[in-house]
């Protein structure tokens, strides 16, 4: 019993660690409901103010984006690499051309 007592406690004190963390290292944007502040310090209360912070202080639809191709600044970069691409292509061959031409002159 003593063992279970002990591991459940570490396993607090990791937690209580880890909100708390979390909290302080959190973009204050992203902070919901009170200050910044009051959150770290509520993250102190053993496992309820944990489990308080990783649910209701922590603003977690800002900043999580899915997957890359549901973001339409991306697809728009996709089409201007190709595009890129295309153009290197192009003035490589025009480059090897004109090196075609010295190399036939001399």
Do not use: H
Request: proline share 5%; charged share 25%.
């Amino acid at each position: 019993m003593v063992r279970l007592a002990l591991i459940v406690g570490v396993i607090a004190v990791v937690f209580v660690i880890y909100a708390f963390v979390n909290c302080l290292v959190t973009d204050r944007m992203q902070v919901r409901a009170l200050p910044k502040p009051v959150w770290a310090i509520i993250t102190l209360i053993p496992i309820f103010g944990g489990i308080l912070w990783l649910t209701l202080g922590r603003d977690r639809s800002r900043g999580v984006s899915g997957a890359p191709d549901d973001d339409p600044a991306f697809l728009r970069t996709i089409g201007a690499d190709k595009a890129a691409d295309a153009r290197i292509r192009d003035l490589e061959a025009r480059l090897a051309e004109l090196d075609d031409d010295d190399d036939t002159k001399k």
